[in-house]
């Protein structure tokens, strides 16, 4: 009688690599991009993150490392807040140690009609509110962006961001955007590619572009004299999109450019300083 010979195979569970995280910003504070770069891990599992109470989008790079852009909205208090990332079952966590930031505030007197709205307007300036709000939240889930980000235009910023500005002895929000003190007539470039969401005259910013660049990243130039593109056009890194003009409720022409990453309100030269490209 033959021995029955029991072969018994082991099923051996192999752990992928530990993810390992590390960050990259000019400063961690209000206003600013933080860039998150994620290794380790099982290279083709979907890569989740999570940071300020919101999901933040994972992209790839060339080189095969993933990376998470977190913005921190401009009115974030200083303090700890953790972002989590996960994996396929592997877990890691980021501190990010938010510092205060000091923003400065002008007191300015101009004419009334630049600080109070007429009843007029109230419906119109409602309905565009609401607008922007849809924009920032229907954002495409594809990366449009592989150029670095440049600057619309090569005059350096004079105002700066965040700055609290009380008009007429009136507090007002705080400056989202920067401001670039370029003369009348000046071409505007896309500060990268993007598909155009917004090209068209508001009650405060005038004749305004907002570019989509993709995973909840968005540009705001406004006050432009005239508009080169058309709403649903593709656009690439340094396209014209139009002329520096004094459009909407300002005092003299400049182009300001806002930033949104992922709903937060960040600092242009935040993101250049990030992921961009000085002249």
Excluded: C
Excluded at 30 to 51: F, M, N, T, W, Y
Excluded at 57 to 85: K, M, N
Excluded at 183 to 190: D, E, L, N, Q, S
């Amino acid at each position: 009688m033959r021995g029955a010979i029991l072969a018994l195979a082991a099923v051996v569970l192999v752990q992928p690599p530990p993810l390992r995280v590390s960050a990259r910003a000019r400063a961690v504070r209000p206003g600013e991009v933080v860039v998150l770069e994620i290794a380790g891990g099982d290279s083709a599992a979907a890569v989740h993150v999570r940071a300020f109470d919101r999901d933040v989008p994972v992209y790839t790079v060339a080189d095969g490392g993933r990376r998470a852009l977190v913005g921190i909205d401009l009115d974030v208090r200083p303090g700890t807040y953790a972002a989590s990332i996960d994996a396929a079952g592997a877990h890691a966590a980021y501190d990010l140690v938010v510092a205060r930031r000091a923003f400065r505030t002008r007191t300015l007197t101009v004419d009334p009609a630049f600080v109070t709205p007429p009843e007029s307007a109230r419906e119109r300036i409602d309905r565009e509110a609401k607008l922007l709000d849809q924009i920032w939240r229907a954002s495409s889930s594809d990366r449009q962006w592989s150029a670095p980000f440049v600057r619309p235009v090569a005059e350096p910023a004079n105002s700066a961001f965040g700055t609290r500005s009380v008009f007429n002895g009136q507090p007002r929000g705080a400056h989202g955007g920067a401001d670039f003190l370029s003369p009348a007539g000046t071409p505007i470039h896309a500060p990268n590619a993007g598909r155009i969401v917004l090209a068209r005259d508001l009650y405060f910013s005038g004749n305004t572009v907002v570019i989509d660049h993709g995973l909840g990243l968005f540009s705001m130039l406004a006050h432009l004299s005239a508009i080169d593109v058309h709403e649903g056009d593709a656009v690439n890194a340094d396209q014209r999109i139009g002329l520096v003009g004094a459009t909407g409720r300002v005092t003299g022409p400049h182009l300001h450019w806002a930033v949104r990453a992922g709903g937060a309100r960040v600092d242009p030269l935040s993101l250049l300083a990030v992921l961009g490209r000085e002249p």
